[in-house]
Nanobody, 123 residues
Framework: QVQLVESGGGLVQAGGSLRLSCAAS????????MAWFRQAPGQEREFVAA???????RYADSVKGRFTISRDNAKRTAYLQMNSLKPEDTAVYYC?????????????????WGKGTLVTVSS
């Protein structure tokens, strides 16, 4: 069983930065791909970034060059560094993990989810 807990969300002005963390538990977690999705009110959950156990990385086009995903297997934690934030980045950000390729950007394909952390970017 994999359990995921996100933290680091909050209110930030446009152009600012936030760093999200996802603390994970699970015996074989180190071989799981970990990813971030986000969901704005009234919208479908969308892919943000993913990182495999071998650190193969994928990003959504909307965040390339601004967001950086990373992981620390020893700490069982994944991170999402978000820079140059825009009001349209406002959403609940969810951490997910699965034995899946990082190119899989459909939320329905991922099994394990955290409860999410809210990021609000003011203009």
């Amino acid at each position: 069983q994999v359990q995921l807990v996100e933290s680091g969300g909050g209110l930030v002005q446009a152009g600012g930065s936030l760093r999200l963390s996802c603390a994970a538990s699970g015996r074989t977690l180190n071989i799981y791909t970990m990813a971030w999705f986000r969901q704005a009110p009234g919208q479908e959950r969308e892919f943000v970034a993913a990182i495999s156990w071998s650190t193969s990385i994928r990003y959504a086009d909307s965040v390339k060059g601004r967001f950086t995903i990373s992981r620390d297997n020893a700490k069982r934690t994944a991170y999402l560094q978000m820079n140059s934030l825009k009001p349209e980045d406002t959403a609940v950000y969810y951490c997910t993990a699965d034995l899946i390729y990082p190119s899989c950007n459909y939320f329905g394909s991922w099994e394990h989810w955290g409860k999410g952390t809210l990021v609000t970017v003011s203009s």
